[in-house]
């Protein structure tokens, strides 16, 4: 049973940090890209960052290109996703999910997802 565990969000002010960490459990970490996407009440779920297998080809959306890095640990099927100068647009639901073989930025095309880790920032 495959198991993608979010955590490390919370609430952080304007210009703060936070990091995020997903712990995969039941699948072969290694062979599956990972990606994060967000989703902010009202609004559709989307791409923030996504990471290949072996953690040599990233993809960010422009909204956070620059303040947002995406990594993966594969001896501890860890993947995280440190965010710096946080606003409060960012503020969403934020889900790690997983797929095989290559890095997408589509959801729909992911195949595991986790149950999702709140960010909130305050002005």
């Known amino acids: 049973q495959v198991q993608l565990v979010e955590s490390g969000g919370g609430l952080v002010q304007a210009g703060g940090s936070l990091r995020l960490s997903c712990a995969a459990s039941?699948?072969?970490?290694?062979?599956?890209?990972m990606g994060w996407f967000r989703q902010a009440p009202g609004k559709e779920r989307e791409f923030v960052a996504a990471?290949?297998?072996?953690?040599?080809?990233?993809r960010y959306a422009d909204s956070v290109k620059g303040r947002f890095t995406i990594s993966r640990d594969n001896a501890r099927n860890t993947v995280y996703l440190q965010m710096n100068t946080l606003k409060p647009e960012d503020t969403a639901v934020y889900y790690c999910?997983?797929?095989?073989?290559?890095?997408?930025?589509?959801?729909?095309?992911?195949?595991?997802w986790g149950q999702g880790t709140q960010v909130t920032v305050s002005s």
């Open positions: 999910a997983a797929r095989r073989p290559d890095l997408r930025t589509r959801a729909e095309e992911y195949d595991y």
């Open positions: 039941g699948l072969a970490f290694d062979i599956y890209a």
């Open positions: 990471i290949n297998w072996s953690g040599v080809s990233t």
